[in-house]
């Protein structure tokens, strides 16, 4: 099979970064608990460098965890984190010798082909906020201080030789788990000034470690909020592209909605707050604002739409949307469903590619069986039971776009002579 876009999706990159990332966890954790089974490799790699690169495999896994949730959000920063991390991944694997690393080796090197492929799909631009910043160099700097200040007055605590017992310490310290294994030495004017700086160091971590959670919890948090009240996050918008908005909703929003489910992404933006929490616990994106309005359309970036839905059942409202939208984009599809068959060709005035009027053309159908025609039969048959068929969806939808327009023309249904025999 020939490697394309087509072929190679942006999904396909996130979930092998994910896989990648997963194996990588749990190959290390095999190396560090012994359970790896030796590879040809095994007798060319010291132990303790086998068990030294579980450690980082590990590590290095989670880390890879972050750069597929990178990618999964188009961050520009997510492709190059993964891209330093999957060869790296590739080593690890290769330095554990292990026959349960392979598979990871193996999927490092299938998984690069992919992320190259759709470099450019990862082009969202990551800009830390300043109170992100701010969180991160406080994080940074109270476990430099505590590592340099343990480690320099090393010679008052027992247990404390090396940096990293100092930085082991520090950690230890700023969780406030206190083991107790690192404990001042000795008693006088050179362990109170231990125990001040420990002191200092916990106030310090604890601080800076409750800033930076609280500074990562925040958008995680303001995401589940805005969900259960319908309302999108900027994160969320900066996200819509070629997608489908719906304005309103009515009668048809629902079938409307089912029937874009897989094949487009899809915004619905209602007034109702009620409304749109409910539609978007089903798990559709909403925006809770006015749909006619020119500020909540460019917010739902019709600018960039794929097509745009009018389909309430207020008709008015429906031109007011359709008005604002063609203003907005005059190139976006805008279809949408007139309540009263008179009001069709004002929608279409007002800016609509295709007006359908659904009264209208059931009447039409229901007229044309009533009176022996078998055209209607037939044509619910092939809009219901296609079963995904391209060529039967395409002449019912034909099908109907004739009939509509038949039904536009003569104001009802026409003459025994056109009927369906």
Do not use: C
């Not at 206190?178 to 125990?195: C, H, L, N, R, W």
């Amino acid at each position: 099979m020939e490697l394309t876009r087509d072929w190679v999706t942006v999904r396909a990159s996130i979930a092998l970064t994910f896989a990648v990332a997963l194996l990588s966890i749990l190959a290390g954790l095999a190396q560090i608990g012994g359970l790896g089974v030796d590879g040809p490799l095994a007798k060319s790699v010291p132990a303790v460098i086998r068990q030294t690169v579980g450690f980082t495999g590990t590590i290095t896994g989670f880390a890879m965890l972050g750069s597929g949730f990178a990618l999964r959000s188009g961050y520009r920063v997510g492709w190059y984190s993964t891209s330093v991390l999957l060869p790296l991944t590739a080593i690890q694997g290769l330095m554990q010798a292990s026959v349960l690393s392979f598979p990871l080796v193996a999927l490092s090197v299938l998984s690069v082909p992919a992320l190259v492929i759709n470099r450019g799909r990862f082009d969202r631009p990551y800009s830390p906020s300043p109170t992100q910043l701010a969180a991160g160099a406080a994080l940074v700097s109270a476990v430099a201080y505590g590592t340099v200040g343990s480690y320099a007055l090393r010679d008052q605590f027992e247990g404390i030789e090396t940096i990293v017992d100092a930085f082991y310490f520090t950690v230890v310290t700023a969780s406030t788990v206190g083991y107790g294994d690192v404990p001042p030495a000795g008693a006088g004017p050179e362990s109170d000034i231990a125990q001040l700086f420990v002191l200092s160091s916990l106030v310090m971590n604890v601080a800076a470690f409750a800033v930076a959670l609280g500074v990562l919890l925040t958008p995680a948090i303001e995401a589940q909020l805005s969900k259960a009240l319908g309302k999108m996050t900027d994160k969320q918008i900066d996200l819509l592209d070629d997608h489908v908005l719906v304005l309103g909703y009515g009668d048809l929003t629902e079938p409307i909605l089912e029937e874009l489910t897989g094949k487009a992404d899809v915004l619905v933006v209602v007034p109702d707050e009620e409304r749109a929490r409910r539609l978007s616990e089903r798990g559709y994106t909403v925006l809770t604002d006015d749909p006619s309005d020119e500020e909540a359309q460019r917010r739902g970036k019709v600018e960039v739409a794929r097509a745009v839905v009018a389909a309430t059942n207020n008709d008015a409202e429906d031109a007011l949307a359709i008005l604002t939208a063609r203003q907005l984009n005059p190139e976006v599809t805008i279809v949408a469903a007139a309540t009263q068959r008179e009001n069709v060709n004002k929608l279409k005035r007002a800016g609509a590619d295709t007006v359908i009027s659904p009264a209208a053309l059931g009447a039409h159908f229901l007229a044309e069986s009533a009176l022996g025609g078998h055209g209607a039969e037939a044509l619910e048959a092939r809009l219901l039971g296609a079963g995904g068929e391209s060529e039967d969806l395409e002449a019912a939808a034909e099908a109907v776009s004739d009939a509509a327009d038949e039904v536009d023309d003569t104001g009802g249904p026409p003459d025994g002579d056109q009927r369906a025999q």
